[in-house]
């Protein structure tokens, strides 16, 4: 299988030189949403309004979306639904991380630790594999600046970073607003069915309230 959208946003994350990962935190909240959406469109969950449900346990097939497949369903506690906030606040952090372990498991990464100034530990993952990378910008390129039409799982991705506004990972060398208003138009078109499209709206929706509500705490 392909990588994953979380993957794919890990990706763009991390400096090509240092391998250290940037906007840690937004790119976590993209990886969370981008964990969702991939479950949406495999069937598995459902996000209706402020709420989600987990509406098949049959495995996908990808470690990374199993493995949250089953900490989603402990977490619902045998609800039917629970609100989308609350599991992009719990899921964010431990999101990104085992987008993180999946990118290494399968080699397109590599973990290196080091420690700053000899006494933190810190770690980086420079790339092993540059073709996922390379691909993955050249399919956002073609649609954000060439206007070539997106495939469902890229116009997805490409909503998931405008909406936490990775903007510059994903271009660092063109024009934000030029970005954005590309962006915003495909995230807007007929993309995908409609309930794939209302869910990415709720996912979207709920991640701007909890990074909204995450700032006001971090700078109080």
């Known amino acids: 299988m392909a990588i994953t959208l979380a993957e794919e946003i890990m990706l763009l994350s991390l400096d090509d030189e240092s391998g250290v990962p940037e906007q840690r935190q937004a790119a976590g909240w993209a990886v969370a949403g981008g964990i969702l959406l991939e479950l949406v469109l495999a069937g598995r969950v459902s996000v209706e309004g402020k709420y989600l449900g987990l509406t098949d346990r049959t495995p996908t097939g990808e470690p990374l979306l199993d493995g949250r497949m089953v900490l989603l369903d402990a977490w619902l506690r045998g609800r039917e639904k629970r609100r989308v ?11 990104a991380n085992a987008a993180m372990e999946s990118l290494c498991a399968r080699g397109v990464v590599v973990e290196q630790q080091h420690r700053a100034l000899g ?17 993955l910008r050249q399919r956002l390129r073609a649609v954000v600046l060439d206007g070539a039409a997106p ?4 116009a997805g991705l490409i909503a998931l970073i405008h909406a936490t506004k990775l903007h510059r990972l994903a271009f660092p060398d063109v024009p934000r ?35 909204v509500v995450a700032c006001v705490t971090a700078a109080s």
């Open 85 to 95: 906030t609350d599991w992009l606040t719990k899921d964010q952090g431990k999101a």
């Open 119 to 135: 006494l933190f530990p810190s770690r980086r993952y420079p790339e092993a594999d540059s073709a996922p990378e390379t691909e």
């Open 151 to 154: 495939d469902e799982r890229t």
């Open 177 to 211: 607003k030029q970005v954005a208003d590309r962006m915003a138009g495909v995230t807007a078109g007929q993309w995908a069915a409609e309930s794939v499209r209302a869910a990415l709206h709720d996912v979207q929706v709920a991640m701007a309230a909890v990074v």
